[in-house]
């Protein structure tokens, strides 16, 4: 076994504090990675709080990894010693499913057993921890290379944001000549305005922030609609050919199938806690759809983060040290952050 150090939760109402736990020794195609950044997802805090109802204590969170190879089992051919890569939210998958052969993981016909964190890690039957840590082992296959020209720790987040809404984005066909439509400026939602706007598509934010208002246009929206103002949301009345809704707490979202074009589609990409209530004659009335997204497959995370490499596209990140987490989180909640927290992981060391 690997002894590691990291930062968990040993309850859903306790703070993260620093602790030790095991990982598998390196297996056959398997690297070791020294963690250098980790970013912040809101999903670390449903997951840390219980919020969803299948969290096993001590929880380790973080599933936007970046880091350097540390050592590699003999049957890995695809990286090497030093190199830099990344994890993102699933560390393995069935692989013989429909879906796995697909190259579309995250909808593996087992279910969530591969995740970074909230999974199990099959080799020693233990729940699987994520990347508040010093290192992670993972089999190549769901290792990710990071380009060379993205800063590393502004690169992070697209492991977790980046990808879960690149998928959506290129599934629902985002691009020049499209109106997309994205809800809720935080963590997912900027990457969502950065990568819609790179694809070429009409970007447009909704936003219950008036302070964010500039921020969103500086990256890349063109409209910038306050979705609390019934007069301002009156104005886009069926315009959108995609919204991607990327809130994380209950909310009405009614108001927006309205502005969405015959046929269009909303997607759910925000996890809240609760079932939202729904109703349902906006969508009969003009054959719209209201669908779900789950991050993306492994094929699909690296050419996001080529696609990312060629634009020149990260996330806007605030760096902390790991003894601030808890403190990170209180301010998520506030969806004050702008707009991703990256945890620089030497603190952990100097813890
Ligand atoms: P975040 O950084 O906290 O951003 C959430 C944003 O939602 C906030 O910045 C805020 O934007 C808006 N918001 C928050 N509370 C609101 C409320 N009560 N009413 C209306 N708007 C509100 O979170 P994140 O990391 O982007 O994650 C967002 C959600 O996606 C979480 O539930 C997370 O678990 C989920 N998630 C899903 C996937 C997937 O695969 N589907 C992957 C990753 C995360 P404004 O200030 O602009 O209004
Ligand atoms: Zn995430
Ligand atoms: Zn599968």
């Known amino acids: 076994m690997l002894i590691c150090t990291g930062y968990g939760a040993a309850s859903p109402t306790e703070a993260l504090a620093p602790l030790t736990f095991n990982r598998r020794d390196v297996g056959q195609n398997d690297i070791e990675i020294e963690i250098e950044y980790c970013g912040v997802c809101h999903s670390d805090i449903h997951f840390a709080r219980d919020e969803w109802h299948f969290t096993q204590y001590p929880a380790?969170?973080?599933?936007?990894?970046?880091?350097?190879?540390?050592?590699?089992?003999?049957?890995v051919t695809k990286y090497k010693v030093g190199e830099r890569v990344g994890v993102g939210c699933m560390v393995n998958s069935c692989r013989t499913c429909p879906s796995c052969q697909e190259g579309l993981e995250q909808y593996c016909a087992e279910g969530l057993t591969g995740q970074t964190y909230g999974g199990t890690d099959k080799v020693i039957n233990e729940p699987s921890k994520g990347g508040?840590?010093?290192?992670?082992?993972?089999?190549?296959?769901?290792v990710l290379r990071i380009p060379e020209n993205l800063d590393p720790a502004a690169a992070a987040p697209l492991l977790c944001a980046g990808i879960t809404l690149y998928s959506p984005l290129r599934h629902w066909g985002a691009g020049p000549g499209k109106k997309v439509g994205i809800i809720g400026l935080g963590g997912l939602g900027h990457m969502g305005v950065k990568l819609a706007h790179?694809?070429?598509?009409?970007?447009?934010?909704?936003?219950?922030?008036?302070?964010?208002?500039?921020d969103a246009k500086r990256l890349g929206?063109?409209?910038?609609?306050?979705?609390?103002?019934?007069?301002?949301?009156?104005?886009?009345a069926e315009s959108f050919d995609l919204i991607?809704?990327?809130?994380?707490?209950?909310?009405?979202?009614?108001?927006f199938f309205g502005l969405l074009k015959r046929d269009a589609t909303m997607v759910q990409v925000g996890a809240p806690e609760h079932p939202l209530p729904i109703s349902v004659f906006p969508l009969l009335m003009r054959r719209r759809s209201f669908a779900g997204s789950m991050i993306g497959g492994i094929k699909e995370t690296q050419e996001m983060?080529?696609?990312?490499?060629?634009?020149?596209?990260?996330?806007?990140?605030?760096?902390?040290?790991?003894?601030?987490?808890?403190?990170?989180?209180?301010?998520?909640?506030?969806?004050?952050?702008?707009?991703?927290?990256?945890?620089d992981m030497k603190s952990l060391k100097a813890a």
């Open 60 to 75: 380790v969170p973080g599933h936007e990894i970046v880091g350097r190879v540390k050592s590699v089992g003999p049957g």
């Open 132 to 142: 508040y840590s010093d290192k992670i082992v993972v089999d190549e296959n769901f």
């Open 198 to 214: 790179a694809m070429g598509a009409e970007t447009a934010l909704f936003t219950t922030s008036a302070s964010k208002v500039a």
């Open 221 to 236: 929206a063109s409209l910038v609609i306050l979705s609390k103002d019934e007069a301002q949301m009156a104005e886009h």
């Open 244 to 255: 991607i809704d990327t809130v994380s707490a209950s909310h009405d979202l009614s108001p």
């Open 305 to 343: 983060l080529d696609f990312c490499g060629k634009h020149n596209i990260t996330a806007d990140v605030e760096m902390i040290n790991i003894q601030q987490i808890n403190e990170a989180y209180e301010r998520m909640l506030k969806s004050d952050v702008k707009y991703r927290f990256c945890i």
